[in-house]
T-cell receptor, first 113, second 111 residues
Framework: NAGVTQTPKFQVLKTGQSMTLQCAQD?????MSWYRQDPGMGLRLIHY???????DQGEVPNGYNVSRSTTEDFPLRLLSAAPSQTSVYFC????????????FGPGTRLTVL | GQQLNQSPQSMFIQEGEDVSMNCTSS?????WLWYKQDPGEGPVLLIA?????ELTSNGRLTAQFGITRKDSFLNISASIPSDVGIYFC???????????FGKGTRLSVIA
C-alpha cells in the first residue's frame, strides 16, 4: 500500500494563479481531510469529506474548494492564490468512526509570491 | 471551535534526559491521540488513548488520558537525537468529527 500520496511536493505560484493540490489514498478510507500547517499555528482543518459526494468546511475554508468524486481522491483547489496561502498542506485519511486510523500524506509546500 | 492547548511550545533538552509535555481542552474528549512530526514529513501516530485514567506505553513513550477527560500527558524517557521533532496532541470532539490538533511542542535534543 502506498498509503496517502500528495502531489506536487513543492509549488511556487504568483498571486492570482490557480492550482490543484492532489491527494489520493489506497486504504479505502471514507474520511479524508485537508490541513494547513503554519509556524506556531499547528494543523488547521481546511475541508473534509466523510465519503464520495460529501464535503464540509473546516476551520479555515476561505479561498479553497474541494470535491470528492471517488473514495480514493480528494483534490484541493486554490482558485486565486494569495500570499496568505503560503503554507504546508497535508492531506489525511482514516476509517469513518475510527480516529486512531488517521494517516497523513507527506505534504505539499506551497509558496505564493 | 474546539481548541487544544499544548505546553510547552518548545523544549531544549540534553540527550538522556526525560521529557514531559501536556495537552488540555476546554471540553471533554473521548479519544486522545499523540502524533510526532519529523522535519519535512507528515505527522505519524505514536499513541492512542481511549478511556479516562488510561496509561499506555510505546517503547520509551508513555501517555496518559486524564481523569477529567480534558487533558493528556506524554512522557519520553532517556531522550535520544531521533526524538527531535514536533509532537502534537489531537482528538475528535465527538465520535466522527474531524481531528482537532494542538499547536505542537517542538523538541530539540542536544547531544
Amino acid at each position: 500500500n502506498a498509503g496517502v500520496t500528495q502531489t506536487p511536493k513543492f509549488q511556487v505560484l504568483k498571486t492570482g494563479q490557480s492550482m490543484t493540490l492532489q491527494c489520493a489514498q489506497d486504504m479505502n478510507h471514507e474520511y479524508m481531510s485537508w490541513y494547513r500547517q503554519d509556524p506556531g499555528m499547528g494543523l488547521r482543518l481546511i475541508h473534509y469529506s466523510v465519503g464520495a459526494g460529501i464535503t464540509d468546511q473546516g476551520e479555515v475554508p476561505n479561498g479553497y474548494n474541494v470535491s470528492r468524486s471517488t473514495t480514493e481522491d480528494f483534490p484541493l483547489r486554490l482558485l486565486s492564490a494569495a500570499p496568505s496561502q503560503t503554507s504546508v498542506y497535508f492531506c489525511a485519511s482514516r476509517d469513518y468512526g475510527a480516529a486512531d486510523t488517521q494517516y497523513f500524506g507527506p505534504g505539499t509546500r506551497l509558496t505564493v509570491l | 471551535g474546539q481548541q487544544l492547548n499544548q505546553s510547552p511550545q518548545s523544549m531544549f533538552i540534553q540527550e538522556g534526559e526525560d521529557v514531559s509535555m501536556n495537552c488540555t481542552s476546554s471540553s471533554i474528549f473521548n479519544t486522545w491521540l499523540w502524533y510526532k512530526q519529523d522535519p519535512g514529513e507528515g505527522p505519524v501516530l505514536l499513541i492512542a488513548l481511549y478511556k479516562a485514567g488510561e496509561l499506555t506505553s510505546n517503547g520509551r513513550l508513555t501517555a496518559q488520558f486524564g481523569i477529567t477527560r480534558k487533558d493528556s500527558f506524554l512522557n519520553i524517557s532517556a531522550s535520544i537525537p531521533s526524538d527531535v521533532g514536533i509532537y502534537f496532541c489531537a482528538g475528535p470532539s465527538s465520535g466522527n468529527t474531524p481531528l482537532v490538533f494542538g499547536k505542537g511542542t517542538r523538541l530539540s535534543v542536544i547531544a
